[in-house]
């Protein structure tokens, strides 16, 4: 099934959200798809504890905070997110309508196209050691999808944060887990890391201070971890390696879409934040034009530029009048409703 | 001042630091292949650099922090560092380091 909308925000961070708002003032729907599993973007994933001290009018504002108002800002014009998807593909129809197809194979349909993707999408660090590509996703798994091909199995867990811990605890129900960490410390909410240390002390799981030092094949379908503690190397076989690095972030497809590229910033103009490619747009931090500073609040102005442009593909007969929120009748019915 | 770096090929590079910036800023507008993801305020671990031995103990020391962020740092070394942590001062002039693996 196809769902259908006006406008499909590509990028669920501050600038994507602020665009459903400006989008919203002109009677446009809006579809958001993120890869994060929760709306924020870096603001949320990066940062959401850390203080920010330029956007207009709020002193100082947390990460999470920005995230949570322009959620609340955005919500009278029912938004509709997509989340821990990312877009693979998009087709332009001959109607001159887009179709947009998600990594959860959801398709969409939309007249314009906002891609508000910041440095890109957030995917796991992986291990920056050669040739492990062949590994990855068979013997090295950055997410765990399917829990029972783990069962039984020996696995080593690599991390000192959320992810790591959480994992660690749910899977020494079924299988045979190490936990290692560079230090006997952890980032990891104070819970899970009490449950973890319970865990070791009972003998569920066994904790090991180190780090990884190389990677190989070995025989009967395992993986030969060398582990480096000091000075000290030794030799870990396991069947399932699970590495916890943190996010680093990708432009991923979006590379492939025919737009005009600078390195990996899209080219926009500075009167509409339209891409080569008409009726797709760039805002925020992914775009690129002269003078362009890498800030929240530029991305808030061009989100309004650009929904004045989104404005003309999705009413083509119709005169966009100029209103201010204080004075509309119309808005304030849908703001207050 | 100068900083001498060596990058991840092996290739040296001496630049021109300022005491107004962070170690980071500097790498980064030199073009050096840091990708430091979230601008500097010690959220990711993507400006992790090794510092010469002899030059560690003229840095301030890390806070937790930059200690927890480490945690997402590939190979760290007693000599580890977020850049973006290290303010630049006269007596850092000459300073060698090396950029971590990413």
Redesign the interface.
């Known amino acids: 099934m196809i769902e259908k909308t006006d406008v499909i925000v590509i990028g669920a961070g501050p600038v994507g959200l602020f665009a459903i708002f400006e989008l919203g003032l002109l009677n446009i729907s809006c579809h958001v798809i993120d890869n994060l599993d929760k709306p924020g973007g870096q603001c949320a994933e990066l940062y959401p504890e850390k203080p920010i001290y330029d956007i207009p009018s709020r002193v100082k504002i947390t990460g999470q905070q920005l995230t949570d108002d322009l959620l609340a800002q955005a919500k009278p014009f029912n938004p509709v997110y997509h989340l821990n998807q990312q877009v693979e593909k998009i087709t332009k129809l001959e109607i001159n309508e887009w179709i947009v197809e998600t990594s959860n194979n959801k398709k969409l349909q939309a007249k314009c196209i906002v891609i508000a993707a910041g440095a890109g999408s957030f995917v796991p660090r992986k291990i920056p050691i050669e040739n492990l590509d062949n590994l990855d996703g068979k013997k090295i798994l950055y997410a765990v999808r399917n829990k029972s091909l783990l069962e039984n199995k020996k696995i080593l867990i690599v991390g000192g944060g959320d992810s790591a811990l959480d994992w660690t605890n749910e899977l020494s129900k079924i299988a045979d887990v190490t936990l290692m960490h560079r230090r006997k410390e952890f980032r990891a909410a104070p819970d899970s890391v009490s449950k973890m240390l319970e865990l070791e002390n009972d003998k569920k799981i066994n904790f090991l201070l180190g780090q990884i030092d190389n990677i190989e094949e070995s025989k009967n379908d395992k993986l030969k971890v060398i582990v480096k503690n000091n000075e000290e190397k030794i030799d870990l076989e396991v069947d399932y390696l699970l590495p916890f690095f943190g996010l680093k972030m990708e432009l991923g497809p979006i590379a492939n879409w025919g737009l005009n590229l600078d390195e990996n910033l899209i080219k926009v103009d500075t009167e509409k934040f339209e891409t080569s490619v008409s009726s797709i747009f760039a805002i925020g931090d992914i775009n690129a034009y002269p003078g362009k500073l890498k800030l929240i609040l530029s991305g808030f102005h061009e989100a309004a530029l650009m929904a004045q442009q989104c404005f003309k593909y999705c009413y083509p007969d119709k005169k966009n009048v100029f209103r201010y929120t204080t004075s509309s009748k119309d808005l304030h019915k849908k703001l207050n409703s | 001042m100068k900083i001498k770096v060596t990058d991840r090929e092996g290739n040296k590079h001496e630049l021109e630091g300022d005491t107004n910036s962070t170690l980071m800023e500097v790498l980064r507008d030199a073009n050096l292949d840091i990708?430091a993801?979230?601008?500097g305020?010690c959220?990711?671990?993507?400006c992790h650099v090794y510092i010469k031995d002899e030059w560690l103990d003229k840095i301030s020391g890390k806070d937790d922090d930059e200690?927890?962020m480490?945690?997402?740092?590939?190979?760290?070394k007693h000599s580890s560092r977020l850049s973006c942590q290290i303010s630049l001062s006269e007596d850092l002039d000459g300073i060698e380091l090396e950029l971590a693996?990413?």
């Open positions: 990708e993801a979230c601008g305020c959220a990711c671990a993507t200690e927890s480490l945690d997402q740092a590939f190979d760290v693996p990413e």
